[in-house]
DNA sequence: TATTGTTATACTCTATAACTATA
DNA sequence: TATAGTTATAGAGTATAACAATA
């Protein structure tokens, strides 16, 4: 496979020293070689990852999302009345760090903190109606993103994409 | 597709006010419905990284080695005398960050740095034959937990996996 | 004038320990 | 005793601006 031995590359510029016949001392390269890591399901993964989150992180300023905010606003649409705790555990958050992220979302209006009906510890978060209209809005922009994401791929590529990331971390 | 109406999930607990037979005031969900976040590709490369990722970090602190630091020794071991504007680019990374890190793996005699051939502003960074062992030994275990990794998926699977991921950053 | 490498620095993200109120 | 939510804080990761040396 594309496992490339360690190679010397395409050395280009060559020896200085007095050794005009024999191997480079000080080797140059003009085209760098990354067929190992691109062999390797975690580079992989991180670098598209990083690439769609860029596209994703500019379409959605407008509506002052980030990448996490949509996430956990998405959740608490779809599933009003959903705690803390059950937000951590879908997205993988750990709840120090959903606490000021909750606060931000309420004191934009965007969702509301109502006492759990039978659990007195939990609290739970629903969607405001303006924190409702807001991610139909964003929703749509982030499937409208996804198609134009990926162009290089056809519809049952994308579909199995999905299906294949989803085996790796579900 | 899976694209989920708003449904109020599966709301299990109800009402608690005057209201016995209309809506419940408060609900809860007991169970987390993530479908729609389910078919954005950004969500799910994201989240595919992250859990292979941390595999990786336990694997390979035994070598001392983030999974930065591997990128960024693999890339020397196969491209030796390649510069640091080199490694950012081909690993996405920005200068001010890669210098700490350059810094690092040579304090740790693991690569060291000689004058570029051609180029007196550019400095070429080669593996020492300490770094190349310790590559060879952690370019192995990075392949053997590929395997590991992606237990659940066939092999033709995995190497479709690769290409679409390459499909979308490269 | 442009580029390589660097410094300093700020900002975000992620992680851990410990506390309270309730179950 | 265990769990939900919170506070404080530390550490890692990522970003920009500006500078010296060389092309």
Redesign the pocket.
Known sequence: MAHAAPSPAKSTTSLTLANQASLPVVSAVDQVDTSYLQTLLGYNARRAALTIIEGFLERMAEFGL?P?DFSVMSVIQHNPGV???QLCAALNL????L?GL?QSLEARGLIHRQPHPT?????GLHPTSKGSALMQKAEQAATDLEVARSARLTSAQRKTLLELLQKIYL
Request: aromatic content about 0%; cysteine-free.
């Open positions: 980030r996490v705690t803390s705790r750990l709840p120090p760090n606490v909750v659990d007195g510890r939990a609290v």
